[in-house]
């Protein structure tokens, strides 16, 4: 008989399903569980959609001039791929434990809808990028019921899919969801922007301009700038540059190449000016933040929990109801 998830502990259950330091897969492609025993500061990181739960230990992230604390007691909520820095406090005695949970986007977008015909939705809420809320115990509760049925299979098999679609809901209609919802329902300037950023992910080694990219979702320079700007808490320029460098990162990670073939394949002309922004983006050069990378996150090979993956790339389902 398999004993009820109510008489497991989130963080145990959690513990055991990452007995590794750095990122730890799970039977859930889109569930990873993070362990870390060393306080870290000033790391930039790329966040694909979804959410971060930290059982134990402490995240914040800066973004824009605000701070996002991700810990016990809130968790952090990602609508758009962002770049962000982030720093996390943890020791060899409480390390940090965190549950990266991905978005699927198509099931979000049909959970939005649902809610949408159901309670309808203010259209003067802004979009977010980046929301950090309070945990509630519906959340608890479906972390708890999800990280039981990983230890069992055949729980899995069967509830899986069901526990997967209970926690997207209880994120989009928690204290925030609201500004999740509105950057997902893509309506007017938000749905020009998220169509930018999916150019931008398909064409960023390629020479982009911003009166191009604002262009091709109809837009003046000034409306795209000052949009973009408000749902990434980035410029364009920015978020190219920090894209390029978090994919080169991965790639020299995982020895894909020599630095200056990385370098042209991620859009940049000339190597001695990647190198300069690489060490002035991780504060180290290629080779220090490969073993860095190595210390903690762990093995290279990992699906790209800190980096943009290819799931987040995907252009995002269009939302009925005359939201398209």
Known sequence: MIPSPE???????????????????TLLPGIRILRSDTILEDVPVLYRPGAVFVLQGTKQGFLNGEVYRYDADHYLAVSVPVPFRMASQASPARPLLAIYFDFDLQLAAE????????IGHDEKVQARSLVSSRMMPSITGALQRLLHALHHPQELAILGPGLLRELHYRVLIGPQGCSLMAALRRNDTTDRIVQSLSLIRERYNEGLSVSELAATVGMSVPSYHAGFKSLTGNTPIQYI?????????????????????????????SPAQFSRDFKRHFRRSPSEETRWMREHLGDPMWDRNENLAPEASRKRPHLKNGQD
């Open 111 to 118: 959970i939005v809808t649902t809610l949408d015909g159901q």
């Open 7 to 25: 008489s497991f502990s989130l963080l145990a259950l959690a513990a055991e399903l990452a007995p590794r330091p750095g990122y730890n897969a």
């Open 241 to 269: 540059k920090a894209l390029r460098l978090h994919e080169a990162r991965l790639m020299i990670a995982r020895r894909k190449g020599a630095i200056a073939a990385i370098a042209a394949e991620v859009g940049y002309a």
